[in-house]
Structure formats: C-alpha cells, structure tokens
C-alpha cells in the first residue's frame, strides 16, 4: 500500500513558521530517491496551487509567491520530505499536501501520482 502522511501543520502567527513533513510508505517507495516529491496547498474556494518541488537529483522549484520564505527538503534515507516555512503570512492559509512522481518535478498539480491526506496551516494575522 503507498502511503504519503503528512504532519506538522497548526495554527501560527504571521510572521511565524512551521516546517511539515511528509513521510512516505509502501512498495512503491522503495525506490524513494527516483520519486520526485512535491508541495501543493488549496485554500477553500481557490484552485490547488503548486507551492516547492524537490527532483530525483535534488533540484528544487518555487513559485514567486513563496520564493525567498518556502524551502523543500528531503532524507532518502528516511522517505521523508520537509517544507520550512518561514514569514508566513494570511493568505499561507491551505490545506497543504504532498505529492509524489516520478524523477521530474512538475507545477501542475495533476500530473501528481501520489497524494497524501494533507495537513492544514492556519496563519492568524
């Protein structure tokens, strides 16, 4: 069974971090470090909206609204990735969720094979 759990959300001040991870499971995931992992986020009413990607040879991609405040990181050894999340701000709001493919990252959300449940930031103002 694949599984991709992710943890770490909560309820933050702007200004504040957090740092999520996303721990991966499952006979697909026994070639994790071919998997390419990403970050998506969906704040109610919008559209999912691809936030870090992490690639098989570790590239990492951003958008230019969390460019600069949004770092992707991942342990092979551990089939697990992090977002840190710093300066976050109102509209960080979402559902964050991990998503997995393989080699490549890509921005568009359903080009994803692998979800997991998503874990919910709240940034107070």
């Known amino acids: 069974q694949v599984q991709l759990v992710e943890s770490g959300g909560g309820l933050v001040q702007a200004g504040g971090s957090l740092r999520l991870s996303c721990a991966a499971s499952?006979?697909?995931?026994?070639?994790?470090?071919?998997?390419?992992m990403g970050w998506v986020r969906q704040a109610p009413g919008k559209e999912r909206e691809f936030v870090a990607g992490?690639?098989?040879?570790?590239?990492?991609y951003y958008p230019d609204s969390v460019k600069g405040r949004f770092t992707i990181s991942r342990d092979n050894a551990k089939n697990t990735a992090y977002l840190q999340m710093n300066s976050l701000q109102p509209e960080d709001t979402a559902v964050y969720y991990c998503a997995a493919r393989k080699m490549v990252v890509v921005t568009t959300a359903a080009e994803y094979a692998y979800w997991g449940q998503g874990t919910q930031v709240t940034v107070s103002s």
């Open positions: 992490i690639s098989w040879s570790l590239g990492t």
């Open positions: 499952g006979r697909t995931f026994n070639t994790y470090a071919t998997y390419a």
